[in-house]
């Protein structure tokens, strides 16, 4: 089977899925492409619908035998099914379903606010700041709930899965821009710093070619329009 | 007794997905009718099962959960029963894209417009102070937002005429893909029909201009092929409103083209 990855830097969406790519050991040809000034939209696959409606936003985009796939959690859940490195989504079902509903969590709630603020400090002020307090709270609101989750055990899940990876992945360019939500959260700074140095996300990140990755951002979802 | 409780409203939307999979898989629950319009769903007995105030939620022994997406996984994977997620990974994906489209774009268009239009008139001739006690309960405040915004008629017309871009384009894409396969995502019946026909089952009544026999045939073909599964027809009986009870349309046999290529 041929596989190729578009992804940018090494943060947000294209770290998910560079890091689960990793982990589960799928071999894979690596296409480097800058997300921020919208190189996707120039891709060979950008007009198939389920790339183009994406709502992921600025995402990597995987394509396996020619089907072109979007959204890092649920390329990750591909991944995992298809290769044969350690699971990355618990085996009982309700440990799945809270992976599934963490990671919708995530992806609604997190990697908005994530993508708004990263967008809006790099270059600084790029964006509007109407969302500005909403964003904070949303990183706020993220970080307690790994510090909650994260007592007593090493991962979110228990043993190092998609959630980590996701969660990391939204919340790493977020500590300096959102410094009070991790004050005082020493298991969520033990956490963070256990996840960029598991193996799969090392690796990730050595493939950076800027400095510090977690400040390259480019558009996300969309805020929710309502309710 | 099941071991199974769904909390639910009316078997269409997010109520409707686990309902439908409960069916399909064959699984008997006791069914928990929660009056939205009432705000049953914020009252304290319900608030102890699922404090977020979100409908639906399910008990599975003593596992509680909620997020009607993520419900039907749990359903797929847990009982016996045909299995409603395609046994390929590019399948599965596409069923997981589906839903998400569905989840977090198309349904709060469409759900916009279904408050605007049905619930926030439902309501609004409760007693305002009873009202207003009633949304100081809701525990999520985005939901709080929603209901203030539905019942006060207080959606802009920006947001409404972006909803109905939506809307539209959302038919498109839906028709495009029927016509490429015979269900939603995949070769096989799977969570994304059930997740897209408690969406959609009502598109050639409320938006008959966009979605008809001539202009979006394999949507009414795969909307008939579901609404007279026996599942569905055992889900509608539960209702309780004139909301999810006879759609004449789809009652009327599939006769004009929408095989898929």
């Known amino acids: ?227 | 007794m099941p071991d199974v409780t769904l909390y639910h409203w009316e078997p269409n939307a997010n109520s409707g997905k686990p309902m439908l999979a409960l069916m399909e898989k064959g699984v008997a629950f006791n069914s928990h009718y929660l009056d939205l319009l009432s705000f049953d769903q914020h009252q304290p007995e319900y608030l102890a099962v699922n404090p977020q105030g979100t409908i639906p939620a399910m008990l599975h022994g003593e596992r509680v959960l909620t997020e009607s997406t993520a419900i039907m996984e749990y359903v797929d994977e847990v009982f016996e029963g045909p299995r409603l997620m395609p046994a390929d990974p590019r399948d599965r994906w596409r069923v997981r894209w589906w839903m998400k489209l569905m989840d977090q774009w198309l349904g709060p268009s469409f759900s916009m417009i279904g408050w605007k239009v049905f619930v926030g008139p439902a309501v609004r001739d409760k007693d305002p102070k009873e009202l207003r006690a009633a949304i100081e309960r809701i525990p999520l405040p985005e939901r709080r937002v929603a209901w203030r915004k539905a019942i006060s008629g207080q959606f802009g017309a920006e947001e409404l005429e972006e909803s109905r871009r939506r809307v539209a384009l959302g038919i498109r894409m839906l028709e495009e893909e029927l016509a490429r396969r015979p269900w939603l995502a995949s070769d096989q019946y799977s969570l994304a029909d059930i997740n897209g026909f408690n969406l959609a089952y009502a598109l050639p009544v409320v938006w008959p201009e966009l979605s008809n026999d001539e202009l979006t045939p394999h949507i009414l073909r795969w909307l008939r092929t579901i609404y007279a599964r026996p599942a569905t027809k055992a889900c509608w009986a539960m209702g309780r409103t004139s909301m999810a009870k006879r759609v004449a349309i789809l009652e009327q046999p599939h006769t004009t083209p929408g095989q898929p290529a």
């Open chain 1, 1 to 227: 089977m041929r596989t190729t990855l578009y992804h940018g830097e090494p943060n947000g969406p294209s770290l998910t899925v560079l890091a689960t790519l990793f982990a589960k050991e799928v071999p894979a040809e690596l296409v480097r492409i800058d997300l921020a000034r919208g190189e996707r939209h120039a891709l060979p696959c950008a007009r198939e619908p389920l790339v183009a409606m994406s709502i992921e936003g600025e995402g990597p985009v995987l394509v396996a035998d020619g089907e072109a796939m979007t959204d890092s959690v649920f390329i990750a859940c591909y991944l995992d099914d298809v290769g044969r490195g350690p699971a990355l989504r618990p085996a009982d079902p309700y440990e799945r379903w809270q992976t599934m509903t963490w990671c919708r969590q995530t992806i609604e709630r997190t990697a908005p606010a994530a993508a708004y603020l990263g967008c809006r400090a790099h270059p600084p002020g790029a964006a509007a700041a109407d969302h500005l307090g909403d964003s904070r709270t949303k990183i706020r609101q993220a970080v307690d709930r790994i510090e909650k989750q994260i007592d007593g055990r090493q991962w979110l899940m228990g043993t190092f899965s998609i959630a980590d990876l996701e969660s990391y992945a939204w919340l790493a360019g977020m500590v300096p821009l959102v410094p009070e939500a991790f004050a005082a959260r020493p298991r969520t700074a033990s956490w963070l710093a256990r996840v960029k140095a598991s193996p799969a996300v090392a690796r990730a990140l050595s493939l950076a070619r800027t400095p510090d990755p977690a400040a390259s951002w480019s558009v996300g979802p969309e805020i929710n329009r309502w309710g």
